[in-house]
Structure formats: structure tokens, C-alpha cells
């Protein structure tokens, strides 16, 4: 079942340590199969030099594992959780990279301070809140995601599409970065790009602690550029 996504999601969870994102087995990603009604998801605690394709575990959106002998990700539901409330996106990373994770950590959203973090992620990285005890006590993976989500839902109640998609990843506090894209691929992207940026963030209020955002004009200009309705960053065709 799902035999080709859980390829997929196996060469997405390889490329985490291949990018310095994970060590040991500090990381998960996963991805959707919205036909299917179907997500394929890491197991919890396997190293990843003893993964294969087969180990990947495939979960449904009422979280009922359908296929797979392993446990899955102790993440899932925040997967899950994710799943239901972002229908644009196809999949989810989580990972503790160090510098992600040391601004996580800090309690601190992550400024844009260049044109490197404007190029993909609009406005800053939040940092969303701790869970409350009664949270944690009641379903600390669930309400995990359920935090990410209220940061992203706006005072009428509603959730934008242009949203989540514009600021692909947040920080949770005290824990560590999500990110997330239209397929499994584009969140690892999204992971890698947030450890750079929060990597680049922190050298620059090192050398000058008194630094301010970038220009919003320059700001806009960059994203918009990538990914605004008049977009002309790369080729309109394929090489």
C-alpha cells in the first residue's frame, strides 16, 4: 500500500542527517496521500541506518495505523493534527537541528534580517507558545499541533492557505522546529532553509547586537519575487 509514497517518505527522512539536521534518531518526516486519505509516516525510534522503504508506517487521518508493524513517529499526531487543519500541504518535518532549535529553545522568533530568509519565509519565524500542564497532561503530541495551528489562525476563526504557505515552519518553544511544503521534498527544503537562516540570525545579532529587521521594501521585493503573482526568480521552463 502506498508503496511509492513510502519511498518517498524514506529518501525524505535519509536527506535529514545528509543535511546535518538529525542525530541520531532526533527527527521525523512524512507525507500525504489526500486521495487516498492516507499519511506515511518514520517509525519512532528506529536509527535511520536501519531504515528501509518497508519500516515506514502508513497512518490514516482518524490516526488508526492501516499498514506497518512499527510504531509510528511519537510526532505523529502533531502530524496529524497538521494534516487536517492545512489542506495545501502534502508533508511535515520535524527535526532538533541545533540552531532551529537553540532559538526554540531561547523562546525567541527568528527576525528577517536578510534577503536570504525574505526569499523564502515572509516576515519572521515564530516561536509559538509552551503548552499549558493540562495540554501536556491531556495529549502533548495533539495539542502540540494544535498550537501551531491557533498561531495561524486568524481572530475570525478562519485559516488562510496564503498563511502557512508564505511562513512554512515555526519554532516550538522549549522544543524545536516544524516545517512543511506541498510535498515531503519541499519541507525538507523548508528544514534546511530555517537551519541556515536561524544559523545566519544569531551570527548576525552576534556582530552587531543592536541590529534591526530588514527593510520591509526589500523584504517584500525578495519574496514577492520568488513567489508573488508577477514572480520572475528562475526558468519558465525546465532544462
Given at each position: 500500500m502506498l508503496e511509492t509514497l513510502k519511498d518517498i517518505?524514506?529518501?525524505?527522512?535519509?536527506?535529514?542527517?545528509?543535511?546535518?539536521?538529525?542525530?541520531?534518531?532526533?527527527?521525523?518526516?512524512?507525507?500525504?496521500?489526500?486521495?487516498?486519505?492516507?499519511?506515511v509516516i518514520k517509525p519512532s525510534g528506529i536509527a535511520y541506518e536501519a531504515l528501509t522503504p518497508s519500516h515506514m508506517v502508513v497512518m490514516d487521518l482518524n490516526g488508526n495505523r492501516i499498514e506497518g508493524?512499527?510504531?509510528?513517529?511519537?510526532?505523529m499526531k502533531t502530524h496529524l493534527v497538521l494534516y487536517r487543519a492545512f489542506p495545501r500541504i502534502g508533508g511535515i518535518v520535524h527535526t532538533h537541528s541545533p540552531w532551529a532549535t537553540s532559538w526554540a529553545q531561547a523562546g525567541r522568533d527568528?527576525?528577517?534580517?536578510?534577503?536570504?530568509?525574505?526569499d523564502y519565509i515572509y516576515g519572521k519565524i515564530p516561536c509559538i507558545r509552551?503548552?499549558?500542564?493540562?495540554?501536556?497532561?491531556?495529549d502533548y503530541e495533539s495539542n502540540t499541533g494544535n498550537t501551531i495551528v491557533e498561531y495561524f489562525t486568524r481572530p475570525d476563526g478562519t485559516i488562510h492557505d496564503e498563511d502557512y504557505n508564505?511562513?512554512?515552519?515555526?519554532?516550538?518553544?522549549?522544543?524545536?522546529?516544524?516545517?512543511?511544503?506541498?510535498?515531503?521534498?519541499?519541507?525538507?527544503y523548508h528544514a534546511v532553509v530555517l537551519e541556515k537562516?536561524?544559523?545566519?540570525?544569531?551570527?548576525?545579532?552576534?556582530?552587531?547586537?543592536?541590529?534591526?529587521?530588514?527593510?520591509?521594501?526589500?523584504?517584500?521585493?525578495?519574496y514577492?519575487?520568488?513567489?508573488?503573482?508577477?514572480?520572475y526568480y528562475g526558468q519558465t521552463r525546465a532544462l
Open positions: 517518505v524514506y529518501e525524505a527522512n535519509m536527506a535529514l542527517p545528509h543535511h546535518g539536521l538529525v542525530t541520531f534518531t532526533w527527527g521525523n518526516a512524512s507525507a500525504i496521500d489526500r486521495e487516498a486519505g492516507m499519511f508493524t512499527l510504531n509510528p513517529s511519537s510526532d527568528i527576525p528577517c534580517y536578510g534577503t536570504t530568509h525574505a509552551n503548552l499549558t500542564k493540562a495540554e501536556i497532561d491531556a508564505a511562513c512554512p515552519c515555526v519554532l516550538c518553544k522549549n522544543h524545536g522546529p516544524f516545517s512543511w511544503g506541498k510535498n515531503v521534498q519541499e519541507a525538507v537562516v536561524a544559523q545566519m540570525a544569531a551570527h548576525t545579532e552576534w556582530i552587531n547586537p543592536q541590529v534591526n529587521p530588514a527593510p520591509q521594501d526589500m523584504q517584500d521585493k525578495h514577492q519575487r520568488k513567489h508573488g503573482p508577477n514572480a
